[in-house]
C-alpha cells in the first residue's frame, strides 16, 4: 500500500511571506505594528490644527466668560452707595450689627463670623437691587411707615489701618429695603436677595441671643 497522499487529500498550504514592500522607517522586528505608527500616509493637516485652535479659543472665551458672569458688578452700587461705602463693606475689617425700629437683640460684632463674606457679596453685588425703586429718603422714614418694619443697622469702620471714616448702613429686613444712615435714599434689592438677606442677619442675630443667654 503506497503512503503518499490520495488524490482526495488536500495538499498542507506551506507559508508564504508577505512580500508588500514596507514603508520608509518601517522595521520588520520589535513592534508588528510598527509599520502602521510610522506609516507616512498619515498625515496631521490643517483641519487637525484648525480643530485644536478652535478648542482652545473656545476653552479661553468659556473661562473668561465664567469669571465675567460670577464677579461682582459695582457700576450701579458705587453710584448709589458712593466709593466710600463700597470700600467700607469690601475691607472693613470692624463690622457691627445693631437693633433698629421692630428689632430686638443685643448688637453685635460680625467681625469673624463666617456668613460676613455673604452679607458683603449680597450688599455689593449691583444684580441684586431693584434699581426701579430707588428713590429719596431713607429707611427709617419708611419703617415709620409700616407696622410689620424690623430694621438693622451695619457698622463698618477699620480702626487698624484707618483706611476710612465710619460707614452705617440702614436695612429694613422684611420688605427688602437698604440705604445710607444719612437718610438720603434707599432702595429694594431683589425678590430673591430679600429672603436670603433676612435670613442671614437673623442668623447673626440668633447667634448673639444663645451665647447672651448663656452668660455666667
Not at 44 to 66: E, H, Q, R
Request: a neutral charge.
Amino acid at each position: 500500500m503506497s503512503d503518499s497522499p490520495s488524490a482526495d487529500t488536500p495538499a498542507t498550504e506551506s507559508p508564504v511571506a508577505d512580500e508588500r514592500p514596507l514603508p520608509a522607517g518601517a522595521t520588520t522586528t520589535g513592534d508588528p505594528h510598527a509599520d502602521k505608527y510610522n506609516d507616512p500616509r498619515v498625515h496631521f493637516g490643517w483641519k487637525a490644527w484648525a480643530s485644536m485652535v478652535a478648542i482652545l479659543i473656545g476653552g479661553a472665551i468659556f473661562a473668561v466668560s465664567s469669571i465675567y458672569v460670577r464677579r461682582t458688578r459695582l457700576e450701579a452700587t458705587t453710584r448709589f452707595w458712593g466709593p466710600t461705602t463700597i470700600t467700607a463693606i469690601q475691607l472693613g475689617d470692624h463690622v457691627m450689627l445693631l437693633p433698629r425700629k421692630g428689632s430686638d437683640f443685643e448688637p453685635v460684632e460680625l467681625t469673624a463670623f463666617p456668613g460676613l463674606g455673604h452679607l458683603r457679596r449680597a450688599l455689593l453685588d449691583e444684580r441684586h437691587y431693584q434699581w426701579s425703586t430707588e428713590t429719596d429718603g431713607g429707611v427709617e422714614a419708611f419703617c415709620e411707615t409700616k407696622e410689620d418694619a424690623q430694621c438693622v443697622r451695619l457698622e463698618f469702620s477699620d480702626p487698624s489701618l484707618q483706611r476710612f471714616d465710619t460707614v452705617r448702613l440702614d436695612i429694613e429686613l422684611n420688605h427688602g429695603v437698604v440705604g445710607p444712615a444719612d437718610q438720603s435714599r434707599r432702595v429694594k434689592v431683589n425678590d430673591r436677595v430679600q429672603p436670603a438677606l433676612k435670613h442671614q442677619i437673623g442668623l447673626l442675630m440668633r447667634v448673639k441671643q444663645k451665647r447672651y443667654d448663656r452668660r455666667d
